[in-house]
């Protein structure tokens, strides 16, 4: 199968889709990350811890995750195997051109992993090697130059979507256990991402929980590896880049988001994407 070099930006530069193959013998450090697309990562080798919105997932080869434009995540990959796993982002307008050729809502998985907190998809075997299968065309598909391969490699991904979404309702239950959670803290990420306009300081987070401030404190940074506070500031800011990427004018999307003071609003948008809100929302 052909391998790509190992894109760290996490920075969308096709229109549709990209499809990445990568390898590494020595693991990478990759942050904590987010990014306003959708995101299949099937992994293949490694020795890989996934986290993702404050749950752990200890992955086999052939495990999928799916995670959206909201989610917070990173791979805690230990060295002894090499890391490989292909990575395919999806944009928005990919998944309206399939909805209005097909009648089909192929985010539908996505959507339902969100709301359940749950985005670990274990295939069979045998659903494991057409999959990989499916990859290999669409690798050899895009790097071809014969006629019809740009709609050669958007069939093969169509097919691939078709057959991730029928593994993700057919998961067996379990793979929960390969999977590392706090309910408490599970709990606190429910309410802070739906009451992100709201006061929510470490002062009354633990009060309304009824847990001490050091217990949530720490257990938030040991389930999350962020900090309280550095959690909802990404959150918040996500928050507003997916309403500026929607059309919201800058300062909706500052108010909307728990941000009081509009100059720390842009300061902390442009430390976190690279960018000014007003140029983000622009394009």
Not at 68 to 95: C, K, N, T
Not at 97 to 112: I, K, V
Not at 162 to 167: E, F, L, N, P
Not at 176 to 205: G, R
Request: with cysteine; net charge negative; proline share 4%.
């Amino acid at each position: 199968m052909y391998k790509e070099r190992f894109n760290p930006s996490q920075i969308m530069t096709e229109r549709y889709y990209e499809f990445h193959h990568s390898y590494n013998e020595v693991p990478p450090v990759v942050e904590f990350h987010q990014h306003p697309f959708y995101e299949i990562f099937f992994f293949l080798s490694g020795n890989v811890t996934y986290i993702i919105e404050g749950r752990s997932y200890k992955l086999r080869p052939g495990d999928i995750l799916l995670t959206s434009s909201s989610d917070i995540h990173r791979p805690d990959i230990r060295p002894g195997r090499p890391y490989e796993r292909i990575v395919i982002w999806l944009a928005d307008d990919f998944f309206e051109r399939l909805q209005d050729f097909f009648d089909e809502d192929f985010t539908a998985c996505f959507t339902d992993a969100a709301l359940k907190d749950y985005r670990l998809i274990r295939p069979d075997s045998q659903n494991i090697a057409h999959l990989k299968q499916l990859c290999d065309e669409m690798s050899k598909a895009r790097h071809s130059r014969e006629m019809g391969s740009q709609a050669l490699t958007s069939a093969y991904l169509t097919e691939f979507l078709v057959y991730v979404s029928r593994a993700y309702y057919d998961a067996p239950d379990s793979v929960k256990n390969d999977i590392t959670e706090n309910e408490k803290i599970n709990q606190v990420i429910t309410y802070i991402n739906e009451n992100l306009t709201e006061e929510l300081s470490l002062d009354q987070l633990a009060a309304g929980f009824y847990i001490s401030k050091y217990y949530l404190s720490r257990q938030f940074k040991q389930f999350t590896g962020l900090s309280l506070y550095q959690y909802i500031m990404k959150k918040r800011l996500i928050s507003a880049r997916n309403m500026l990427k929607a059309g919201s004018p800058v300062m909706d999307a500052c108010l909307c988001c728990g941000f009081s003071d509009y100059s720390n609003f842009l300061k902390a948008f442009k430390r976190e994407f690279g960018q000014n809100p007003s140029k983000y929302s622009r394009g």
